[in-house]
């Protein structure tokens, strides 16, 4: 999977970014997250490649990263092996609810065919709110065109991730020399087409910000960028079942491998009807009013 905790770096080029990873570090810490602020000297200590505008950053030990096109087909095997089954260029047509003595049962008619179960999970991402409109729920989510880029392979240059306070940019070196660069920064959307598009202003947005913190980047070429949907939520997932709709539960978040593993343990331990191993009171639906 590519799995590799080398640590994190915040770059800071000023004093007010300086003032905001204190702050950031402070809340951090108070969570039993291990970060210090370091100066210039211990910065290119750790990364010789960062450019002369970083006069600090925060270094977080603890931050990893992992390669997505590796990890995805590893869960989805392993899921398969557990017994789950995919059903591949299936959608999601309607949703309808029976209740009988035996209790609620629900039928999910899709493009391949009807589905019956006691208990079903929205995990729909940034089209959630589509989903839940099939039962009449209604969800604040909504997608977030985003994009990324990849560089040409190159010799080993970055250990760690490199984000940079007060800008879009999150940065790697993967196993194969190339460097993945984003950071949130806007796609387009083609609303008749459903299918997000890379934007050019963006594109050369994320690569300056990029360059900024790596001055050696602006000598490789991008082969890859690609666009895709990210969800624009209120920064916490939603999770839980849902208020009147016994059996029909959300599991929702922007947070995609970061929190996943966690989340979908929630969710399964909520499921099953076991008491969860971490509190889901702050994040369930009913927190909107």
Same mark, same amino acid.
């Given at each position: 999977?590519?799995i =590799?905790v080398a ?7 000023n ?15 108070s ?11 211990e910065?290119?200590?750790l ?8 006069i600090a950053a ?7 990263k ?8 590893a869960?989805?095997a392993?899921? =398969? ?7 591949r260029?299936s ?12 209790g ?9 065919g009807?589905?019956?179960a ?7 991402g940034?089209?959630a ?18 994009q990324?880029i ?12 490199v984000?940079y306070?007060?800008r879009h ?7 194969s020399g190339?460097?993945?660069?984003g ?5 387009g ?8 598009r890379?934007?050019?202003?963006s ?19 991008a082969i ?17 079942e ?15 491998y ?10 399964a ?13 702050p ?6 009013g």
């Amino acid at each position: 999977l590519e799995i =590799k905790v080398a640590g994190g770096l915040m770059l800071a080029e000023n004093a007010r970014d300086i003032e905001i990873l204190k702050g950031k570090i402070a809340l951090e810490k108070s969570r039993g997250i291990e970060a210090e602020l370091i100066g210039a000297n211990e910065l290119r200590q750790l990364e010789p490649c960062i450019g002369e505008a970083a006069i600090a950053a925060e270094w977080c030990p603890g931050e990893g990263k992992i390669n997505p096109l590796k990890a995805t087909y590893a869960v989805v095997a392993r899921a =398969k092996e557990l017994g789950a089954r995919f059903r591949r260029g299936s959608s999601v047509q309607a949703i309808e609810r029976a209740d009988s003595s035996g209790g609620t049962m629900w039928r999910v008619k899709t493009s391949r065919g009807e589905i019956r179960a006691r208990r079903i999970v929205n995990a729909a991402g940034p089209w959630a709110a589509e989903v839940a409109g099939l039962v009449g729920l209604g969800i604040p989510v909504r997608g977030a065109p985003l994009q990324m880029i990849v560089t040409e392979p190159t010799a080993p240059t970055l250990t760690r991730l490199v984000a940079y306070t007060g800008r879009h940019l999150t940065l790697k070196q993967m196993d194969s020399g190339a460097f993945m660069i984003g950071g949130g920064w806007t796609a387009g959307l083609d609303a008749d087409q459903k299918l997000s598009r890379a934007l050019r202003s963006s594109v050369e947005g994320n690569l300056w910000i990029a360059s900024r913190a790596i001055p050696a980047l602006a000598d490789l070429h991008a082969i890859r960028i690609w666009a895709g949907m990210n969800v624009n939520i209120d920064r916490a997932p939603i999770l839980g079942e849902a208020p009147g709709l016994p059996g029909f539960y959300n599991c929702v978040s922007s947070n995609g491998y970061t929190l996943a593993p966690v989340l979908a343990r929630l969710t399964a331990e909520m499921l099953a009807g076991r008491e969860t191993s971490l509190p889901v009171e702050p994040y369930l639906l009913s927190r909107f009013g």
